[in-house]
Nanobody
Framework: QIQLVESGGGLVQPGGSLRLSCTVT????????TSWYRQAPGKEREFVAV????????MYADSVKGRFTIFRGNAKNTVYLQMNSLTPEDTAVYYC??????WGQGTQVTVSS
């Protein structure tokens, strides 16, 4: 059974940082690219970042470039999203996706003073 579980969301002040985790079971992250998406209230889900299956290549949305970093950690089947210099515009539910079919349940990130 393939399962993606996101964690690490929460409330943070503008300028703060959060690290999101996406732990995958039933699938190996080295098989397909793993992506982060987000959906703000009243908006469509949008691409944030992707790391390709070998882990050597990444790509980011322009809105997060230079502030967010996607990477795979020591836990082999976990992909992280390090988010720095957060702004209220980053407030959204963040979703992890592996390949094009499998999604996690999302984790809420709220940036507010």
């Amino acid at each position: 059974q393939i399962q993606l579980v996101e964690s690490g969301g929460g409330l943070v002040q503008p300028g703060g940082s959060l690290r999101l985790s996406c732990t995958v079971t039933g699938f190996t992250v080295s098989t397909y690219a793993t992506s982060w998406y987000r959906q703000a209230p009243g908006k469509e889900r949008e691409f944030v970042a992707v790391i390709e299956n070998t882990g050597r290549s990444t790509m980011y949305a322009d809105s997060v470039k230079g502030r967010f970093t996607i990477f795979r950690g020591n836990a082999k089947n976990t992909v992280y999203l390090q988010m720095n210099s957060l702004t209220p515009e980053d407030t959204a539910v963040y979703y992890c996706r592996i390949g094009t079919r499998f999604w996690g349940q999302g984790t809420q990130v709220t940036v507010s003073s």
